[in-house]
């Protein structure tokens, strides 16, 4: 049987509220990855969520597992990422591995003994994921080689197995990808410099390099002429997990105006009795109602034809509307909001983070735009006036 969703959830907030909150100062000054918080993390199954039982996971439908990250994004929302790709990563390999590796592998990813990441940005290609160099080569043996570099790694050096997309040919397009697992044990793969964030530090971030990286045909996890399209189903997740996790984080910056608010004296009263401030709030709270009903509706979304549609709607608003909030928030703090015990500065770092990464807001634009195109393709045409429609 499934997990509870409920007892799922109080798990990940009592996390949140004893593990992440407390810490993710000190995470960030040491800059690094706070594994024996994730071990806490997957002890209560957050590192399992979607995967079926039978592998050790929790059997949660997207749409109740997806919750989680706006539990653990009141944390850190960088946290709840990597552990959203995780979760996402074990996901795949549960539902398109092959049986030997699942054997080898599926345990250890639910139960965090092992994580893993998802490895498809290159330097020269982001938004433009098809501009791919990556490429794998079958040997006689059955075994793949693959050379190239991937770019933004997450957990880059921490994870223990890389979903790793690649070409397979010379063609141009996207027919001939594939997505392989790589364990970071494996010769030829090494990390490059980490990134200088300007906060999110205990995230290793880093390039990805493939010198002649040998692993066997049990490795692939989407066969050649699915990498790309299954890439961009698990980007979907993705959108829709970033998404919750910045409900998150707009609660925990409408909060933390709030706690101050109610405290601050001013004009013979508090912050809080002021109106321009309450209606400032009041906005960030219907924002923040509104984006937690969309990504909810796009994780229920998952799976049916309208999914990557609802993921880019989701994606465009909810970050959009998370920098806001916190930047409404530390306004409202005054001079306050700009010094880091209050984290409001954190927040608004973690928010832009969260526009760019798995898709920018542009590229939700040009997904929902492609949406719109298609839906005017099945309305009459209206007249247009002679000489309007001439180019
Ligand atoms: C913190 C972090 C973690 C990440 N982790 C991973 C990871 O684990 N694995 C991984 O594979 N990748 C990862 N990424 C990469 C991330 O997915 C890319 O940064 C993202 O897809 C954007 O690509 P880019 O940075 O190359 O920007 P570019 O693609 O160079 O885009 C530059 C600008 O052009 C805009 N743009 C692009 N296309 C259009 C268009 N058609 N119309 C209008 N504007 C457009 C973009 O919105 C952006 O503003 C991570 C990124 C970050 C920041």
Redesign the pocket.
Known sequence: MAADIETVLAAARAHCNEVIKPNVDAWNAAGVWPRAASDKAAALGLTGLYAPEDWGGQGLPLGEGIRVYEELGQGDGAYAFALS?HNICTFALCGYGTDSFKQEWARELTSGRKLA?????EPQS???AGKMYSRATLNGDGTWTISGA?A???LAGEADLYFTVVKTSDQPGHKDMAMIAIPKDTPGLTFGPRYETPSYNFLP?SEMYMDNVTVSEENIILPVGQGLQGSLMAIDIARVSIASGCCGLMQSALDTALAYGKGRKMFGATELDLDGIQWMLGEVATELEASRLLYRAAANALGTPEGPVMAAHAKRFVPDAALKAANTCTQVLGGMGLLKPYGLDRLSLLAQ?LR????????SR?VIGRALKKRAEGLEALPVPKGFGES
């Not at 990441?117 to 940005?121: C, D, G, I, S, Y």
């Not at 760019?356 to 590229?363: R, Y």
Request: hydrophobic share 50%.
């Open positions: 790709m990441n998802f490895a498809l940005t982001g938004s433009d991937k933004w790694v997450s971030l983070m760019i990464v798995d898709g920018t807001t542009e590229v040009v």
